[in-house]
Structures are given as structure tokens and as C-alpha cells.
């Protein structure tokens, strides 16, 4: 079955650091995959989407890889701040424009 | 990008009632979707509901649990029937992006069922 793989134990990094985030998964092969933030009691926000025949997006201090061989993403934020602190959440193409979801990573900054 | 509006933002119900959830979007858009958010999991796509045509359902959800309402390009309305306090859990509502790739959620409604 398909199954989308992100580490459940939260990240903790010092400010000023690049905190990298994993997502991995198993019996796909999307056309894209798309990464978003969570914060508590709110919706998630869309940060940044990676197409099936590109291999890195930057967006300001973000950066996302996507490597179809290895059936992984990999999610950047350099120059670290406490403010990124949320959980990030990786979400996969799955057909009719609909999105499957991981249960995302819990990032935290410490200043 | 769109805004979402979401209400109620929570709510507390006893077994076996029932409660709506409204979304309200401030622009015209063909698809909108319902996600469940239970604690510590992912958000799992309920269903898919087009203005002017049944909402298609992801497996494991069914309409008599989760009827849901599309009645113009700017609303939709999602119940949840006879519950349990299995079905405790944020419940929100999104719509596609141009292209239909990014997603733009609501801010979700907790609930919780005693």
C-alpha cells in the first residue's frame, strides 16, 4: 500500500543553524510533491511544490529536493529562526488533483 | 490564493447527535476538499465535493456518515452524523490552487465528542 514516511520525533536546532526534514515513501510515483507548515490550531499553510523532473526548488531560505530514485524529499531552511518553529508537513500528488499527507515533522528553534 | 473561513472553530457534542461544519471561501472555485485531522496523525482526505455533482468519497468514508452539501462555487458544508467520540478530531476544508497543485486550507474546527 502506499505509505509516506516523515520522522514523528521532533527536530531541535539552534537558530542561525539549516534544520533538514526527511520525507520518504513507498508505492508511488507522483507527478509532484508539495510541503507545507502547520502551526497549532490553525490550517496548513502551502510553502512550496517540486515537480516529478525537477530536482531542487529554492524559494527565499527554502529549499526542497526530490528524488524520484530514492523515493524521497528533502526539505532546507537555512539561517534558521525561533518564528520557523511549527511542523512541516510533506503531501504527495495522489490523483484528481487531491493530496495525500504525512504526519509530519515537528520543528523547533531555540534561540 | 484564497481565504477560507471555517465555523463553528470547535465545539463539544454528546454521542450520537450530530453537527455541520460550514466552509466559506471569499472566491469562486470548482473543487474543495474535507480532511480529518486526528491527534498525532496526518490529515486524511474525507471527500472531494464539486459544485453541482455528488461528492466523491475516499475509501473508508461514506456519505451516510459524512453527508456533505456544494450548493454554490463559494460554500459547502460538511456533517458528521451520529457521532462518537472516535470522530473527535479537526475537521477542515481546503480548496485548489491555480492548477489545482498548492492547496489553501481553513483554519479547521475542533471537535470533540463526550
Known amino acids: 500500500s502506499q505509505k509516506i514516511e516523515q520522522n514523528s520525533e521532533a527536530l531541535n536546532i539552534q537558530e542561525g543553524k539549516t534544520a533538514t526534514l526527511t520525507c520518504n515513501y513507498t508505492n508511488y510515483s507522483p507527478a509532484y510533491l508539495q510541503w507545507y507548515r502547520q502551526d497549532p490550531g490553525r490550517g496548513p499553510v502551502f510553502l512550496l511544490l517540486?515537480?516529478?523532473?525537477?530536482k531542487e526548488k529554492r524559494k527565499e531560505r527554502l529549499k526542497v529536493t526530490f528524488d524520484t530514485t530514492l523515493k524521497q524529499s528533502l526539505f532546507h531552511i537555512t539561517a534558521s529562526q525561533p518564528a520557523d518553529s511549527a511542523t512541516y508537513l510533506c503531501?504527495?500528488?495522489?490523483?484528481?488533483?487531491?493530496?495525500?499527507f504525512g504526519k509530519g515533522t515537528m520543528l523547533l528553534v531555540s534561540p | 490564493s484564497a481565504v477560507i473561513s471555517q465555523k463553528p472553530s470547535r465545539d463539544i457534542c454528546q454521542r450520537g447527535t450530530s453537527l455541520t461544519i460550514q466552509c466559506q471561501v471569499d472566491s469562486q472555485v470548482t473543487m474543495m476538499f474535507w480532511y480529518r485531522q486526528q491527534p498525532g496523525q496526518s490529515l486524511t482526505l474525507i471527500a472531494t465535493a464539486n459544485q453541482g455533482s455528488e461528492a466523491t468519497y475516499e475509501s473508508g468514508f461514506v456519505i451516510d456518515k459524512f453527508p456533505i452539501s456544494r450548493p454554490n462555487l463559494t460554500f459547502s458544508t460538511l456533517t458528521v452524523s451520529n457521532m462518537s467520540p472516535e470522530d473527535s478530531s479537526i475537521y477542515l476544508c481546503s480548496v485548489g490552487g491555480e492548477g489545482y497543485n498548492e492547496q489553501f486550507f481553513g483554519p479547521g474546527t475542533r471537535l470533540t465528542v463526550l
Open positions: 503531501a504527495l500528488e495522489a490523483g484528481y488533483s487531491t493530496l495525500t
Open positions: 517540486i515537480r516529478e523532473n525537477e
